[in-house]
């Protein structure tokens, strides 16, 4: 008898729930049509008619799970914020899409691997906002911050709604008939090369395949993009955002349900990572280390911490909760990821509300476990935790300090030990990670 009425008065919460929830949808969906966004996509309030009910069946779902105790992967913050924010899973459907934020050198391609190898519903781009800095960038007209930032997030909004057009104007050479030769790294995402996006290679001109594991000739945007809205979850790397706070209307966007990942890494790693990969334009820091000088007020060092102030604002804005961001940020430390691979994807895919998928699970297993040796500096498989620490033997002591001095707020906030000399550089013994939780 008990189990009836139970039932019963689920039904009733949940229709209370459908209810009340189609109220809001009208309710914002009015709201939008007056609204102005930055994107030229049009679309119809009608679009949310089937969405909603795909969202009252995932509030439906998580009521149930909860009544009957099985709490599945959700931790006890998480349901609370994500009951508050019930609304934002009505409009987007359930997607989820997953911004990993990073810089260069913090390991985020390994990182978005783990969403990349997903594959099941997932769309995954690698760096996409490189067409949009390499033209606006050397458009030194264009060369503005503020404008680029908003350029950025305007880019992201429209390809996290699977509409390539806002790229499409950044590509070089421009794309004929929404296809083109030249996507960025098109081959880093699986998605992008799965069969049915994969056009026939033109068999008269001599072409480069443009995917590793099939022959595909170019690349159909519309194929791209009707792949895109056919996965349940989207996922975009970047290391071309500088600010969190600049992204605020693209997570306030009721059509989307975004997660932010930050991933952040020891400067001090970060700079002798970047002096081995893009030698040629760290010879300044080389000549530095050699005579032991380094001048403080020049333009390299300048740039250094502004990059790492920049990374510690972020994740200040992240970490303080803001009401537009709450449970929707994550900040990550690329040691973590290297000591714990596998607990910490686990941490991220219950960050995101996505399923760890097997094919996920198995890739990191693959890829953090090998005695493999590194097959290049850009590579994925490698032995992390090993890989983590050796920066501390290939960076001068002299340049350790200087990032110590520029960087010193960014590192006490994210946990990494100062260093006093040489000595304690070099012992491995000595650990320079402080275990701080963030989230
Ligand atoms: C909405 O649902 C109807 C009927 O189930 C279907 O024909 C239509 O294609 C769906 N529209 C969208 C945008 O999914
Ligand atoms: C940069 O762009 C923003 C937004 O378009 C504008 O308000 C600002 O004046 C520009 N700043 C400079 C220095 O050009
Ligand atoms: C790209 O794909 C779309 C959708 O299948 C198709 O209609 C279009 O003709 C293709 N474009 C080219 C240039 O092949
Ligand atoms: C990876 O490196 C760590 C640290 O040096 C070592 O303990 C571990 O055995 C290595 N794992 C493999 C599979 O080589
Ligand atoms: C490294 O540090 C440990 C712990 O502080 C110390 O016992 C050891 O002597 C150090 N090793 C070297 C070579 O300095």
Redesign the pocket.
């Known amino acids: 008898m008990k189990t009836k009425y139970a039932v019963v008065f689920i039904c009733i919460v949940a229709l209370v729930i459908i209810e009340k929830e189609s109220n809001i949808i009208s309710m914002v969906s009015d709201k939008l049509i007056q609204r102005q966004t930055p994107l030229q996509t049009p679309y119809t309030p009608l679009d949310y008619s089937n969405t909603t009910q795909k969202g009252s069946l995932t509030v439906l779902k998580m009521l149930l799970s909860n009544l009957s105790g099985t709490k599945g992967n959700l931790s006890e913050e998480q349901e609370g914020g994500e009951l508050e924010d019930v609304g934002s899973y009505s409009y987007s459907g359930g997607r989820k899409h997953i911004l990993l934020m990073a810089t260069t050198r913090t390991g985020s391609s390994f990182v978005g691997e783990f969403f990349n190898q997903h594959r099941e519903n997932m769309f995954y781009l690698f760096e996409p906002l490189w067409h949009v800095e390499r033209m606006l960038t050397t458009a030194t007209e264009a060369n ?4 680029l930032a ?1 350029i950025y997030r305007d880019v992201l909004q429209a390809l996290f709604l699977c509409d390539f057009s806002p790229l499409e104007k950044y590509i070089t050479p421009p794309p004929q008939d929404h296809v083109t030769p030249a996507l960025f790294r098109r081959e880093s995402s699986l998605s992008l090369c799965e069969e049915h996006v994969c056009s026939p290679v033109n068999k008269d001109v001599v072409e480069r395949y443009h995917c590793k594991t099939r022959r595909c000739g170019p690349l159909n945007l519309t194929l791209a993009s009707e792949s895109c809205l056919s996965k349940q979850h989207h996922a975009v790397k970047t290391v071309r955002v500088r600010q969190l706070e600049t992204l605020q209307p693209l997570v306030e966007d009721p059509r989307l349900d975004v997660r932010v990942i930050q991933l952040v890494r020891d400067p001090r790693a970060i700079l002798a990572s970047r002096m081995v990969a893009f030698s040629s334009k760290y010879q300044t820091w080389k000549a530095w280390a050699q005579d032991g000088q380094v001048p403080e007020d020049d333009e390299e060092v300048k740039r250094l911490k502004g990059n790492c102030d920049h990374i510690r604002m972020s994740a200040e804005v992240g970490l303080s909760q803001p009401r537009w961001l709450r449970s929707r940020y994550m900040l990550v430390r690329y040691e973590d990821i290297a000591r714990y691979p596998m607990q910490k994807a686990e941490e991220m895919y219950r960050f995101t509300g996505i399923p760890f998928s097997s094919q996920a699970r198995e890739w990191i297993l693959r890829n953090t476990q090998t005695t493999q040796e590194a097959s290049g500096i850009y590579s994925t498989q490698k032995n992390s935790s090993e890989q983590a620490e050796k920066w501390r033997f290939s960076i001068p002591f002299t340049l350790a300090q200087v990032v110590q001095r520029v960087c010193g707020p960014t590192m006490k906030l994210f946990g990494y030990r100062f260093v006093e000399n040489e000595k304690t550089l070099i012992n491995k013994s000595i650990s320079l990670l402080e275990d701080k939780l963030f989230n």
Request: aromatic residues 0%; glycine residues 40%; hydrophobic residues 20%.
């Open positions: 503005n911050g503020t404008a908003g």
